[in-house]
């Protein structure tokens, strides 16, 4: 195969993980919950439990008529979806799902770098958008966006700092190729701290005090209809999948499996992340919307220090060993 080709194949395996991971973990989010409520969820909706309702949904999305408030910022106010959206297909392109460089779009050596500075860009679609709509509660809704993203984003800098230092590199496929099981329990401290702080940036329960739609009706995006609306929907749960993918390489040995990696390295990455997934939807329906001042002293009083003890450790086991 030229390289032409491989290059092409790999980017539409990427695009094809892009835009079907996010409605496989929605409908799964939607049978869960509704499992978990006592409820059925979605039945009908293509017949067999319902494996179609995300499919109407795009539909009747795609059929509402697209607004922008008279008093908005037009080019900022259409552009914000897809500053949100877009960084996410970046990520997904250097995350390796299997050994051998034909298990990951593009090989970045200094791949943590790149994945934490693209999905920063992301969470500016929310402020642009909360900026732009002239509503009193979307700017409200970004500025906490804001917050949470100034908060959130040093604890989830230093966890993936410490997996660095274990490994000794910051290419993604060079820490899985480090990866040692006994690596578990000594960076389970940073797991913990990179996948909370991940939630955070994603704004998802119980973190979602961005989007409180019984506070600020829905924050930063009160005032989008349509594919405008379904873009940031898309967002959020492209952010799922990256967020757990990441976690698998860094903390889980994303493609190291009790039976060897050889042949089907890339199941095992799969069930690492699907397992993260559920744990996703678990704590939106088991635990309520924390306060704004809870979540500031969550982070720079918990999680912070956390991720400072758990490089300390990691020097320290780097040294003695």
Not at 199 to 224: C, H, K, N
Not at 227 to 238: G, Q, S, T
Request: proline share 5%.
């Amino acid at each position: 195969m030229n390289d032409a080709l491989d290059v092409a194949v790999r980017l539409l395996v990427v695009f094809a993980v892009f835009l079907t991971f996010p409605l496989i973990i929605g409908q799964a989010e939607h049978k869960v919950m509704a499992h978990m409520q006592g409820r059925l969820g979605p039945m009908y909706a293509g017949g067999f439990h319902g494996w179609a309702q995300l499919v109407a949904d795009g539909v009747k999305f795609a059929q509402k008529e697209d607004v922008v408030p008279a008093g908005a910022d037009r080019r900022v106010f259409q552009l914000a979806p897809a500053v949100a959206l877009l960084p996410y297909l970046l990520v997904l392109v250097v995350i390796p799902i299997g050994p051998g460089e034909g298990a990951v779009g593009q090989v970045v050596d200094a791949g943590i770098f790149f994945v934490l500075a693209i999905m920063g860009v992301s969470v500016l679609g929310s402020l642009m958008a909360g900026w732009a709509s002239a509503n009193k509660f979307s700017l409200l809704g970004g500025l906490r966006t804001a917050a949470q993203l100034l908060a959130y984003e040093l604890p989830m800098l230093l966890a993936a700092a410490s997996v660095a230092m274990a490994a000794g590199t910051v290419s993604l496929p060079g820490i899985l190729n480090a990866f040692e099981w006994w690596w578990l329990p000594w960076q389970i401290m940073g797991a913990i701290v990179f996948f909370v702080a991940g939630l955070a940036e994603l704004q998802r329960p119980p973190f979602d005090m961005p989007v409180a739609d019984s506070e600020i009706i829905f924050g930063a995006y009160t005032e989008y209809t349509g594919l405008r609306f379904a873009l940031f929907l898309l967002a959020e749960y492209a952010g799922i999948v990256v967020l757990c993918g990441l976690t698998t390489v860094l903390f889980l040995g994303g493609w190291h499996g009790p039976m060897g990696a050889d042949g089907l390295g890339w199941v095992w990455t799969l069930l690492k992340a699907a397992v993260l997934a559920f744990i996703v939807i678990w704590l939106r329906v088991s635990y309520p919307r924390m306060r704004e001042d809870q979540l500031q002293r969550l982070a720079w009083t918990v999680l912070v220090p956390l991720a400072l003890a758990q490089i300390a450790l990691t020097g320290i086991v780097k040294v003695v060993i």
